[in-house]
Every structure is written in C-alpha cells, then in structure tokens.
C-alpha cells in the first residue's frame, strides 16, 4: 500500500524567511511525486511535478522539491517567502499509471510579517 | 484556458433530501475524479471515471454514487443526505497523472 506523511500541521515562519516542507513517502517503486497548494476557499493548484531526472524540480512563486529514493522523501522549499505564500500545502503521490493520487494530510504555512 | 468547473458553489440540504452536484472540464480529458474534503485531512477519493459510463469506486463509495454520460461532465449524486456528509467537494479530471482541480463544492446537510 502507498501512503504519504507530511509530519507537520503547522509551519509558521516570518516573511522573508527561508521554508522547508517535509513530505515523506511509502511505495514499492518509484512514484509520481506532487506538491499541490490550497489558498482559503479554494480549489488545489499544481506547484510542482517530479516523474524522473534531476531531483531538484523547480516550481511556480519560486518554489523547488527535492526527491531523494534514499530517504523516501519530497521536501518542498523556498528561499524567501512572502505573506501571500501563506496557505495548506499537500505532497501527494501517484504509481505511474492513470488513477488514484494518495494525499498527505496537509502543512498549513502561516507566513506573518 | 483549462478549466474545472463545478456547480453549485455552495449548498445547503435537509437530511434526507437528494444532492446533486456537478462538474465540468474543458480539456477533453478522459479521466475525471469526485473526493471530499474534510477538516485536518487531505483529500479522500469517492469515485473514479475512466471515460463515459466507465466509473469506479474510490477509497469512500458508500453513500454516493455517480453519472458519466458525456466526456466533459461527471455528476456526484447522494440519494437522501445524511448530516454526516457535510463537506467540500472537488472533482478534478487528469491528463496523465497529473490531476486538475474545480473550485469545490462546499456542502451542508442539516
């Protein structure tokens, strides 16, 4: 079974600061690896993609993930956030084929200034 | 420009009534997805459709069920709301793996 863990609920961090989102995986091969990010009543839009290559993966608002086969894992960054960053961020997983995406439970970022 | 659409925004039901909801894409897009969203979880996937009147269930079918009759439209339909039921509702439809989003639903059964 595949599942994803994002071990922190909560990320508050001042603007300006640099931010990093865990987000660990479970699954017997190599996976399709999402961030998405929810703003307050709305719908989830796609940050970033990783299906294979280069581990560093480059994003929207200057965003990166980081895929590591070693260490299960998909850590979210960015050097420098901004108030307006400020929202729940899912790392979700997909097998490489068309079907069920698994969703980790969510970080909500708070970005204060 | 690639759109997901869902209607109504937000909905208000008495236990026992009949809800329907609906979505729409733009993008020609043959899979199409409904999940719920629920406080402090990510989101759970009720149904998935493969293509037209090619649906399957999801991780949380028990309560709902679904319609496919045209490519760009998948309907969600709870036949007699429960209370239990209340929450945000997002269809989605996919290219490839990646998943494309509607505004949600927001769904209350008093």
């Known amino acids: 079974a595949q599942s994803v863990t994002q071990p922190d609920a909560r990320v508050t961090v001042s603007e300006g600061a640099s931010l990093q989102l865990r987000c660990k995986y479970s699954?017997?091969?190599?996976?399709?690896l999402f961030w998405y990010v929810q703003y307050p009543r709305q719908g989830l839009q796609l940050l970033l993609k990783?299906?294979?290559?280069?581990?560093v993966v480059q994003g929207v608002n200057g965003f990166e993930a980081e895929f590591s086969k070693s260490n299960s894992s998909f850590h979210l960054r960015k050097a420098s956030v901004h108030w307006s960053d400020s929202a729940v961020y899912f790392c979700?997983?997909?097998?490489?084929?068309?079907?069920?995406?698994?969703f980790g439970r969510g970080t909500r970022l708070q970005v204060y200034a | 420009d690639m759109k997901v659409t869902q209607m109504p925004r937000y909905l208000i039901k008495r236990m026992g009534e009949n809800v329907l909801l609906e979505c729409g894409q733009d993008?020609?897009?043959?899979?199409m997805y409904w999940y719920r969203q629920d406080p402090g979880l990510g989101l759970q996937l009720i149904y998935i459709?493969?293509?037209?009147?090619?649906?399957s269930e999801g991780d949380i079918p028990k309560g709902y069920r679904v319609s496919r009759k045209k490519r760009e439209h998948f309907s969600l339909i709870l036949d007699s709301a429960k209370t239990n039921q209340t929450s945000v509702y997002f269809c989605?439809?996919?290219?490839?793996?990646?998943?494309?989003f509607g505004p949600g639903t927001r769904l209350t059964v008093l």
């Open positions: 989605a439809s996919s290219l490839g793996a990646e998943q494309f």
């Open positions: 699954y017997s091969g190599t996976p399709y």
């Open positions: 990783y299906y294979s290559g280069d581990p």
């Open positions: 979700v997983l997909s097998p490489q084929v068309v079907g069920q995406l698994t």
């Open positions: 993008m020609s897009h043959e899979t």
């Open positions: 459709s493969y293509d037209v009147d090619s649906n």
